[in-house]
C-alpha cells in the first residue's frame, strides 16, 4: 500500500485561500453580541416555583424543586483512631503461631512514598488473605520519627479503615517501638 505524502506548503496556502474566500467581513461600526438571540422559556407547571430574572452568573434554567425540599446527603461518621489488637491475637502474633503474611520496610521514604506505599502494601496484603503484617517504621532521631508518628493516622485513615482490625506496637524481636502489627480483618 502506498501513502500519500502529508501536504506541502502549497496545498496549505490553496486550502487557506479557498477558506478565507467564504468568509465575509464584519461590519467595522457594529459591536459583536454576546448573547444568544434565542430565549429560553420557563415551563409552567404546579410543581415549578416562581424564578427572578437571573443574574449574569446565575443559570437561565428554572429552578424545578424548591431549595426547601432538598435535603443535604448525611455526613458519613468517621470513626476514631484505629483499635489496638485485641491481646490473645497479639500473643498469638508474638509468638509466631498466627503467622506475620508480609512485612514493610518504610525506612529511607519520605511522606508521600510512605504513605502511598503502606497503602498499596496493606490493600494487596488484605487482597492476599494475610490476617497479620508487619510494618516497620523505624524510630526515627531520638524516638520521634515522623513515619512512627504518621502511620497509625493513615492506617485509620478511610483508604484503610475497613481493612484493619486493629494496630499495636511489635515486640522487641520483630521491631519494638519501630515496628507496628497490623491485624488485617477477614475478607468478606
Known amino acids: 500500500m502506498v501513502r500519500k505524502p502529508p501536504p506541502g506548503p502549497e496545498d496549505d496556502k490553496r486550502l487557506w485561500k479557498l477558506v478565507a474566500s467564504t468568509v465575509t467581513p464584519r461590519a467595522p461600526g457594529k459591536p459583536e453580541k454576546m448573547r444568544s438571540k434565542a430565549r429560553i422559556r420557563p415551563l409552567k ?4 416555583i416562581p424564578v427572578e430574572q437571573p443574574t449574569h452568573l446565575a443559570s437561565i434554567a428554572p429552578l424545578r424543586v424548591s431549595p426547601e425540599e432538598l435535603k443535604p446527603a448525611p455526613a458519613k461518621v468517621l470513626k476514631g483512631p484505629v483499635h489496638h489488637i485485641e491481646p490473645n491475637r497479639k500473643r498469638r502474633i508474638v509468638k ?12 529511607g521514604l519520605d ?24 510494618v516497620i517504621t523505624g524510630k ?3 524516638g520521634h520519627g515522623v513515619l512512627k508518628q504518621r502511620t ?17 506496637t511489635a515486640d522487641q524481636r520483630h ?10 480483618k477477614r475478607k468478606g
Not at 509466631?96 to 525506612?107: F, N, Q, S, T, V
Open 45 to 48: 407547571s404546579d410543581t415549578a
Open 152 to 168: 497509625p493516622e493513615w492506617l485509620a485513615g478511610p483508604a484503610l479503615r475497613e481493612m484493619i482490625a486493629g494496630v499495636s
Open 111 to 134: 511522606q508521600d512514598r510512605a504513605r502511598a506505599t503502606l497503602e498499596g502494601f496493606i490493600r494487596r496484603a488484605y487482597d492476599d488473605g494475610h490476617r497479620a503484617v508487619l
Open 140 to 142: 526515627g532521631r531520638v
Open 175 to 184: 521491631g519494638g517501638d519501630g515496628a507496628l502489627y497490623v491485624a488485617l
Open 96 to 107: 509466631e503461631h498466627d503467622p506475620i503474611g508480609a512485612r514493610l520496610d518504610m525506612h
